[in-house]
Structures are given as structure tokens and as C-alpha cells.
């Protein structure tokens, strides 16, 4: 009975913490089952797709991070490359690089065995070429498993949002087609 009343896609009852919304097949099962009346059962169903939006909103704006990050590591990664394709040919690379907003300083870098690198928190580390360029990839590998995650969760979300609006109006529905049942009972 209870799968006649709800039920999950594929059995899924929850993805990374964001619960399943089970689609509702008998409107009348599912409220018995519940234990609810009509309005408390909209109530309950607009609450959660509160809730799924307020997710939404979190998961995007990490997408949106996260899609700022990839190319700045991609970039980081092009000037250390650039740093030592320079290094092994013996020439300086001459760089131009902001020091405040809107002043600009061009350096000469000559044979350089390390860089510096920004990790956030104010914390600065020295290391050299190679170690940085392993660590960038690592980053960059780490940023787009991490965002294809995001994106994968961001549909389940909005599957669930889905299943439950159309829930919401099947209850809603279910609900007028009763009162008009009774009011016509009523009236012959």
C-alpha cells in the first residue's frame, strides 16, 4: 500500500542530504498514510519546496565559485608553465602584474626555481615549479569532479522540485474534485 501511495524514483530516498520527494499516485492513500488533512498536507509539501529552493540557492551560488576557481587555476597553471618552458630555454620572462587597483609594475623574472602560491586564508606558500604544478593540477582535477557533483546534484533538485509542485497541484486537485463530489451529493 505504501508504494501504491508514494513512491521515489529509482528508491532514492535522499542524494548528499537533500531528501527524495516521493510522487504521489493516490492522493487519498498518501493523506491516510500521512495522517494528514488537505491543507496540512499542502502546507507540509510548500515547506519543502521552500526548502529545496533555499538548497538551490546554496548549490548554486557554490557552482558559481567554483566556476570563478576552474579558470583562475587554469591560469595559474599557463603562467608556471610559462615560468618554466622560459627557465629551459634560459630566457627572463618579462611579466606585468597589478599592484593595487589600477597600478601596474613590469618585472623581469629571470631563472627561477619556485613560485608563490595564494591558498586563501592569507596564507602565501613558497614551492618550487614542479611541486606547484602537480598541486594546480590536483586543484583543478579536484574542482571539476567537485563541480560535475554540483551540477548532478543541482538536477536531482530540481527533479525533487518538480515531483513535489506536481504533487502540490495533484492534492490541491484531488481536494476540489472532493468538495465538488459532496456539493453535488448535496444539491441531488
Known amino acids: 500500500m505504501a508504494a501504491a501511495a508514494a513512491s521515489t524514483p529509482q ?104 613560485v608563490c602560491l595564494w591558498l586563501g586564508a592569507n596564507v602565501m606558500l613558497e614551492y618550487s615549479c614542479d611541486e606547484a604544478n602537480a598541486l594546480l593540477k590536483k586543484n583543478l582535477e579536484n574542482a571539476k569532479a567537485s563541480l560535475e557533483v554540483l551540477v548532478a546534484d543541482l538536477q536531482f533538485l530540481r527533479d525533487q522540485q518538480t515531483i513535489t509542485q506536481v504533487t502540490i497541484a495533484r492534492v490541491f486537485n484531488w481536494d476540489v474534485h472532493q468538495r465538488r463530489s459532496k456539493q453535488a451529493v448535496k444539491e441531488t
Do not use: H, W
Not at 19 to 39: C, H, I, M, W
Not at 74 to 85: F, N, R
Open 11 to 114: 528508491g532514492v530516498a535522499e542524494r548528499r542530504g537533500i531528501p527524495a520527494a516521493a510522487f504521489v499516485e493516490d492522493v487519498e492513500a498518501y493523506l491516510r498514510q500521512a495522517g494528514l488533512d488537505v491543507n496540512s498536507a499542502l502546507a507540509f509539501l510548500q515547506e519543502r519546496l521552500q526548502q529545496y529552493k533555499i538548497v538551490e540557492m546554496k548549490l548554486l551560488a557554490q557552482q558559481r565559485d567554483l566556476q570563478a576557481k576552474i579558470p583562475d587555476i587554469e591560469k595559474c597553471l599557463d603562467i608556471v608553465a610559462a615560468l618554466q618552458a622560459k627557465k629551459a630555454l634560459g630566457e627572463a620572462l618579462i611579466a606585468d602584474f597589478e599592484l593595487s587597483e589600477g597600478i601596474y609594475s613590469r618585472a623581469k623574472i629571470e631563472d627561477t626555481n619556485s
